[in-house]
């Protein structure tokens, strides 16, 4: 059939966007009662790992454009989890740094990763394939 290529089960994107959707919506009730959205637990996961990165480093990271991840920025150094910092070398660099607050929340968020693999009801060997064919599959992106 021709419009067979059109079915969402057909299409490889669907199932990454709803289970993606999915999986982030786990996330809610233990990224709450840190004060924290999905996308700033992400950015903190990415500082946690290297700190006083610049603004394009972090969004190359993360796969968010300048546009995205500004506002995102300011929130969380209006929350004093992050400080925002211009080069003195080159002005158009933005430095991000974490703050004493936003490094404590590494270990508050210790426990996030085991709880939300005991919602997914798949193998680990299972869950560790996808991981490495999505990374794969993102490599492409860079």
Same mark, same amino acid.
């Given at each position: 059939?021709?419009? *067979? @290529?059109?079915?969402?089960?057909?299409?490889?994107?669907?199932?990454?966007?709803?289970? =993606?959707?999915?999986?982030?919506? @786990?996330?809610?009730?233990? %990224? *709450?009662?840190?004060?924290?959205?999905?996308?700033?637990?992400?950015? !903190?996961? +990415?500082?946690?790992?290297?700190?006083?990165?610049?603004?394009?480093? !972090?969004?190359?990271? /993360?796969?968010?454009? =300048?546009?995205?991840?500004?506002? !995102? %920025?300011?929130?969380?150094?209006?929350?004093?989890? #992050? !400080? $925002?910092?211009? =080069?003195? *070398?080159?002005?158009?660099? #933005?430095?991000? $740094?974490?703050?004493?607050?936003?490094?404590?929340? $590494?270990? @508050? +968020? %210790? =426990?996030?990763?085991?709880k939300i693999g005991s919602c997914i009801d798949l193998p680990v060997e299972e869950i560790v394939q996808?991981?490495?064919? /999505?990374?794969? %599959?993102l490599q492409q992106f860079d």
């Amino acid at each position: 059939m021709p419009y *067979d @290529k059109l079915k969402l089960e057909n299409q490889l994107c669907f199932p990454l966007y709803a289970c =993606s959707k999915e999986i982030i919506k @786990k996330y809610k009730p233990y %990224l *709450d009662p840190l004060g924290i959205t999905y996308t700033q637990y992400i950015a !903190l996961m +990415a500082l946690w790992e290297e700190d006083n990165i610049t603004l394009k480093n !972090l969004g190359k990271k /993360l796969f968010l454009d =300048s546009g995205t991840l500004t506002p !995102l %920025l300011k929130k969380m150094e209006s929350q004093k989890l #992050v !400080l $925002r910092q211009r =080069s003195s *070398d080159d002005e158009r660099n #933005v430095y991000i $740094r974490l703050t004493e607050k936003g490094k404590n929340l $590494r270990e @508050k +968020a %210790l =426990s996030i990763p085991d709880k939300i693999g005991s919602c997914i009801d798949l193998p680990v060997e299972e869950i560790v394939q996808l991981q490495k064919s /999505l990374h794969k %599959l993102l490599q492409q992106f860079d």
